[in-house]
């Protein structure tokens, strides 16, 4: 799986406003997974070329925002997996049959309705497997906010 901080991400953008390497680590969440469950290996040209196609099919936005519980179905669907999605709270613990998405958020920002949030692939216990980001001092800055949870129900 490629990082998402890559030079080579600055540059890519999709007509809106953020560029994939500071806005998409919800995409590359979904690309870890399905790389866990298939064989398969996601390089930078294939990578664009589902994220075009996840823009044509309105499961992103020019933001490189999955557009809630169906644009994360159809995302996964796009890259080659059949999932069920739920959003669930962050004490959820996860079925062997379901793979999960942190929604972490900075603790000085809890309190807020919305707050920006980053996103990584979980352990299913809520813990991370893995950063787009890499390991970096400032992880120590987030708290578990909430979960995407993904039943897998087959490959396509």
């Known amino acids: 799986m490629f990082r998402q901080n890559l030079p080579i991400m600055y540059n890519f953008s999709l007509g809106g406003s953020c560029v994939y390497g500071t806005d998409a680590c919800a995409i ?20 664009k070329y589902l994220i075009n196609r996840m823009l044509t099919l309105s499961a992103i ?14 995302c996964f669907y796009i890259a080659g997996l059949l999932v069920e999605c ?9 079925k062997d049959d379901e ?27 809520g813990c991370y497997s ?8 400032q992880q120590k800055e987030y708290v578990v906010y909430a979960k995407r949870i993904f039943k897998i129900k087959g490959i396509i």
């Open 28 to 47: 590359e969440c979904m690309f870890a997974i399905v790389e866990q469950e298939i064989p398969i290996h996601f390089d930078f040209d294939m990578a």
């Open 86 to 94: 739920k959003y669930v709270d962050k004490d959820y613990i996860c």
């Open 99 to 125: 793979r999960e998405v942190l929604k972490l958020v900075k603790r000085k920002n809890w309190h807020m309705e919305n707050p920006p949030a980053h996103y990584v692939p979980g352990n299913g216990q």
């Open 61 to 74: 936005d020019k933001e490189f925002m999955i557009q809630g519980v169906k644009g994360w179905e159809k």
């Open 130 to 137: 893995w950063d787009s980001l890499g390991h970096r001092p």
